[in-house]
């Protein structure tokens, strides 16, 4: 019988379970299997060879993988083997396992429709999953060599074929909108931010800025919301696998030649340093202090609603902006600012204790969005330099192999279980109502170099020591020596 199949893999709450008690659909070995080859604990697997792991992987007429090892052992394999090779070893594993009930008793024959059903169903959560594993010609031809052996199960009545038939076709057409997608990435990609013109000059104070766009603080928390939605909607599991696959090669001196380039981490990690970089031009920009205050008043409930939202993100953003030496050199300004709620925001992303406080809050949002009813309360975006801080510092702690040469399969549960809450949450809704006008503002906006910031911020404010005094004279030597 053909599992359920799965509307998006993977599926809340598959680690449920992880790393404290059995999970369901993990099949403890006998005794009179190699016990030592995986090793278990708690009813996980947390060690083996990699020839073991992919055993557990392949389903047997009597036995199909937790979805969990599914997910967990297909992202992680790709540090040790390549998709195609993979592949091709599930094939083999399946080839032989097809010829044992073949050859064996009448009722094992009969079996082998629901063999062949628990094989489509693996290879259907692993094309769905991850389907940029079948992009080259390898994989695509190892993939149909195991179809074609799994169609000879069902003949009669060809409901196989047409099942394998739709999941490539499913495959073929994500492979299409995500290199689709790439190509367009690539041709508008920018070295150092994906904004506009990058100013090198102080504007007209007549020009427009955020304020006549938007003057609600809580609908711009919700127009950033939607770009960092859409932004992360755009990341896979394999994209933040490269993290870990990346710095083996190069800690082995080796260049993976099919290690693809992560544009989108990219993209938006210059997301982030575009919204700091602007929320910092809005604020130096404005030639009158009493503006000004308003301006960084504004961006400071505007941090505090994205705190609401659980957009952390964006909130971490906009008080790196604020904190720019440019910005935070504004003391006369900052004199006459309400900081008491700033002085809230920063407590919560105080970096002391590992970012203790931020984490904390996370934790909350995380608890909130799992017993949520609405979107609204589902929302969970997470800082993603420290995300990506975490996943590296887990990979670098932790050996790939232990010490008698198996898989650390422990590390990697813990690795995947990261990615998989990160999935969860990057596939809410956005439930906020779209503005165009907003949206287009904060992506185009121009925004000052950092030159150019600090000669908005001297002009404003002079400089009032030494130092500041020397950085002011050298910017005009500059801007003169220019002229």
Known sequence: MLLESPETMPQTPIFSSMLGSSCSGQVQPDMGERCVDPVYQDGNIVSGSLEALIERLVPTMDYYPDRTYIFTFLLSSRVFIHPHELLAKVGQICIKQKQQLEAGTEAEKAKLKSFAAKIIQLLKEWTETFPYDFQDEKSMKELKEIAHRITQCDEENGTVKKIISQMTQNLLMALSARSQYQEIKEKFRQPATDKGTILKTKPQSTQKDILSVCCDPLILAQQLTHIELERVSNIYPEDLMQIVSHMDSLDNHKCRGDVTKTYNLEAYDNWFNCLSML???????????????????????????????????SMMAIISGMNLSPVARLKKTWSKVKTAKFDVLEHHMDPSSNFCNYR????????RSQTANSNREKIVIPVFNLFIKDIYFLHKIHTNRLPNGQINFKKFWEISRQIHD??????????????????????????????????ASFESEGPENHMEKDSWKTLRTTLLNRA
Do not use: H
């Not at 910092?280 to 409930?301: G, H, L, N, S, Y």
């Not at 904390?360 to 608890?367: C, H, I, P, V």
């Not at 809704?429 to 950092?450: G, W």
């Open 360 to 367: 904390t809050a996370l934790q909350g949002a995380a608890q």
């Open 279 to 313: 929320v910092a031009t809005e604020i130096c920009r404005v030639v009158k202090k009493k503006q000004r205050t308003r301006m960084v008043e504004f961006f400071i409930d505007v941090a505090r609603e994205c705190f609401n939202i659980g957009n952390f993100n």
């Open 422 to 455: 990160f999935l969860t949450w990057k596939q809410v809704e956005c439930p906020f109502e779209k503005d165009k006008k907003i949206q287009s503002y904060l992506l185009t906006a121009p925004i000052y170099s950092e030159e150019a910031l600090f000669i």
